[in-house]
């Protein structure tokens, strides 16, 4: 069973920082990217950002510039830095690894449970 855990949420006001983290064992051996995707209430999950297996990183406009995506390989470990939040960064977010060409078949494409991030006004 692979096991994708989120951790660090929890309620901000906004111009505020929190450190997501999603910790997966095996993540980096397996060669899986890593997503952060969030949900608002009432709203489809939308992306928010990635990394892959060499480090590249990528944003949804609506992040970018606030969030930093990061990961640590020894502890399988990836984190979002997220800075100057805003009230519509409220969300559930979750941790997916991502299949990509070169992962370990069937040892990627998993989500955590969640972790809330809520930033008052």
């Known amino acids: 069973q692979v096991q994708v855990v989120e951790s660090g949420g929890g309620s901000v006001q906004a111009g505020g920082s929190l450190r997501l983290s999603c910790i997966s064992p095996g993540f980096t051996s397996n060669g899986c990217g890593m997503d952060w995707y969030r949900q608002a209430a009432g709203k489809q999950r939308e992306w928010v950002s990635s990394i892959s297996t060499d480090g590249n990183t990528v944003y949804a406009d609506s992040v970018k510039g606030r969030f930093t995506i990061s990961k640590d390989k020894r502890k399988d470990t990836v984190y979002l830095q997220m800075n100057s939040l805003k009230p519509e960064d409220t969300a559930i977010y979750y941790c997916?690894?991502?299949?990509?060409?070169?992962?370990?078949?069937?040892?990627?494409?998993?989500w955590g449970q969640g972790t809330q991030v809520t930033v008052s006004s």
């Open positions: 997916h690894t991502l299949q990509v060409p070169g992962s370990v078949q069937g040892l990627c494409g998993y």
